[in-house]
């Protein structure tokens, strides 16, 4: 799985929203560097982080394309909630079975996530919210 690296290309023209693309970024980065070695606590802890960043991340988006007027939020909310759901299966499956989930699916969720949604779904929106005060 190749390493994604911030690029400009990969803007959507609102700083906040660019800032928080960039931390998902280095998160796929750190989750990289801990694959294959780290014990369930790390994936524990990663995905806890994953759950309370990805719900700050994603209010303030939602809240952004709402102020901005985007025609597809209705769209774009329900990319989000299956995200969600995905994310709290896998804290569940820790849960249970703490076993269950390495720090290899963990990346592999955000790094899909990344280059599905963030590279792809939330460049629609860009014209609405470039440059729109955060």
């Known amino acids: 799985m190749e390493t994604i690296e911030w690029r400009e290309s ?7 929203m660019d800032a928080h693309h960039q931390v ?3 998160m796929v980065k750190e989750f990289r560097e801990t694959a294959g070695e780290a014990d369930t606590n790390t994936a524990r802890e990663q995905i806890e982080f994953l759950i309370e ?5 994603l209010g303030a988006e ?4 709402q102020r901005a007027g985007y025609p597809d939020l209705a769209g774009h909310k329900a990319m989000h909630e299956e995200f969600v759901r995905k994310v709290r ?3 569940a499956a820790l849960d249970t079975r ?3 989930l390495s720090s290899d699916e963990i990346l592999q969720l955000v790094q899909d996530w990344l280059v599905t949604h963030i590279l792809g ?9 470039k440059n729109l005060s955060v």
Request: a negative charge; zero cysteines.
């Open 24 to 26: 998902f970024l280095q």
């Open 53 to 57: 960043y990805t719900a700050m991340h």
């Open 98 to 100: 703490p076993d269950s």
């Open 62 to 65: 939602e809240e952004l394309m």
């Open 89 to 91: 299966t896998m804290a």
């Open 121 to 129: 779904d939330d460049k629609r929106y860009a014209p609405y919210v």
């Open 10 to 16: 990969f803007s959507v023209g609102n700083v906040l």
